[in-house]
């Protein structure tokens, strides 16, 4: 029989009818669980309302059991959801060609391409992805849709708008529960005009065709979010499973209008550990197609340096490190990026 050719371009996955090799991963029994999972009363992330009388209680216990819950009553319109949705099934349903006219450049981190933590697996996974990290992507918008380019760029400037509101908002209330304030984090207030001083939060809008046999493929592998919180809206379709050390994979099953946040390696370190960066991951499934839009909240620009909250108790875990370096670490070692920062043996 003639080997089927390896050369599979990304932008074309939904369109195979058997699962190449290099997209072929070898998962163990417990790895493989697909949404939705078969106990239907599973235990999952939390639920958390933001009008809540408890909210900042509620928030922090997530924070502390999980790293990730879920948001309702966030603020964010339903039709900037709607419209950044439709926006991105509008740019994957282009001929691959298209796509890759805002294929990422080798200097910066956004564009089209496949998942940035591609490089630290072996075998390839069933998705695509457009990044948006700077203004750069208004060229990019520029050259794919001529006709379209302001009202596309308007939905994201204004989904930028939102999220970064609801971020900070996340953030106070999330020190809150730590008994710590915004203001004691200098990187973290409001500078002039009332815009953080944070680095710029970064839009990625993923996409994960369907699939002949999901149950060997991966759509986006095990990973932790690099930054301080992630801000996720998926659509009606389930893929997206968070790891909890007790109960191994757990899907978090899509609830129309509401969004999943999870803690970044960052707000790990800030919060002295006591915070867990959530292990998660997208699998696939053989009918829907499933998109996902995740707002990567970044770090402080320049040198500026993170490092564990000081009035959190108990020795200090990780040694100061700016932005930059962290993720210039992340993109070194993966997964062991964190122990490369710990302090060894804590004194104080
Ligand atoms: O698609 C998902 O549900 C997860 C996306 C994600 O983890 C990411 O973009 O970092
Ligand atoms: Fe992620």
């Not at 973290?188 to 970064?202: D, F, I, L, P, T």
């Amino acid at each position: 029989m003639p080997s089927i050719t390896e050369e599979v371009s990304i932008g074309n996955l939904g369109s195979l009818q058997t699962l190449p090799d290099s997209f072929t991963w070898k998962l163990t029994a417990a790895d493989s669980v697909l949404p939705p999972s078969s106990d239907a009363v599973k235990e999952s992330i939390p639920i958390i309302n933001l009008s809540d009388p408890d909210v900042t209680t509620l928030l922090g216990n997530a924070c502390k059991t999980w790293g990730a819950f879920q948001i309702a009553n966030h603020g964010v319109p339903q039709k900037l959801l709607d419209d950044i949705e439709s926006l991105s099934k509008t740019f994957f349903d282009m001929p691959s060609e298209r796509k890759l006219e805002a294929a990422s450049s080798d200097k910066g981190a956004g564009g089209y391409g496949e998942p940035r933590i591609s490089p630290f697996f072996e075998k390839k996974m069933w998705s695509e992805g457009l990044t948006i990290a700077d203004a750069s992507y208004r060229n990019q918008f520029l050259t794919i849709w001529p006709h379209d380019y302001t009202k596309y760029c308007g939905i994201i400037e204004e989904y930028k708008a939102e999220m970064e509101k609801l971020a900070s908002r996340l953030l106070s209330t999330i020190l809150a529960s730590l008994g710590v304030s915004v203001e004691e984090i200098e990187w973290a207030q409001k500078g002039e005009k009332s815009v953080s001083k944070m680095g710029r939060g970064a839009i990625r809008l993923n996409h994960y065709p369907v699939c002949p046999e999901p149950e060997k493929a991966m759509g986006l592998a095990a990973h932790t979010d690099s930054c301080l919180l992630t801000i996720l809206h998926q659509s009606n379709i389930g893929g997206l499973q968070v790891f909890k050390e007790e109960s191994g994979w757990v899907t978090v099953e899509p609830i129309p209008g509401v969004l999943v946040v999870n803690i970044g390696d960052l707000f790990h370190i800030l919060s002295n550990g006591k915070f867990p960066s959530v292990v998660h991951r997208a699998r696939v499934n053989q009918t829907r197609s499933r998109i996902s839009i995740a707002y990567l909240w970044g770090g402080p620009g320049g040198d500026v340096e993170i490092s564990p909250i000081s009035k959190i108790a108990g020795p200090r875990l990780y040694r100061p490190v700016t932005w930059s370096e962290y993720l210039r670490i992340k993109y070194e070692v993966f997964d062991k990026a964190l122990d490369a920062i710990r302090i060894v043996n804590p004194t104080n």
